[in-house]
Nanobody, 128 residues
Framework: QVQLEESGGGLVQAGDSLRLSCVASTRTFSYRAMGWFRQAPGKEREFVAALDWSGGVSYYADFVKGRFTISRDTAKNMVYLQMNSLKTEDTAVYYC?????????????????????WGQGTQVTVSS
């Protein structure tokens, strides 16, 4: 069974950094674009960042630009989200997801329906 598993979440203070990791159970994901989403309490899940299969094309939500960086290590079937300068409003459950395509189409890559495999999520809590 294909699986994605996130790790690296935790409780940090505002201004701190965290690196989230996502491991894929098969090398199939090496040929998929990957994304990170998050869901804060009482809110809908939202797009955070995405990276194409080559690692050369990335997109970010405006609220994380300049603070978060998505990357991948294809040899290890890993995708990362480096989060710097964390804010209290970044508190959420963060999800890793595999896009249906190797590439990212700018107009649709932030839509959840474009991703067909999801991890269980990892909690990130940022205190003031």
């Amino acid at each position: 069974q294909v699986q994605l598993e996130e790790s690296g979440g935790g409780l940090v203070q505002a201004g701190d950094s965290l690196r989230l990791s996502c491991v894929a159970s098969t090398r199939t994901f090496s040929y998929r674009a990957m994304g990170w989403f998050r869901q804060a309490p009482g809110k809908e899940r939202e797009f955070v960042a995405a990276l194409d299969w080559s690692g050369g094309v990335s997109y970010y939500a405006d609220f994380v630009k300049g603070r978060f960086t998505i990357s991948r290590d294809t040899a290890k079937n890993m995708v990362y989200l480096q989060m710097n300068s964390l804010k209290t409003e970044d508190t959420a459950v963060y999800y890793c997801a595999a896009n249906r395509s190797p590439s990212l189409a700018r107009t649709i890559m932030s839509r959840e329906v474009e991703y067909d495999y999801w991890g269980q999520g990892t909690q990130v809590t940022v205190s003031s």
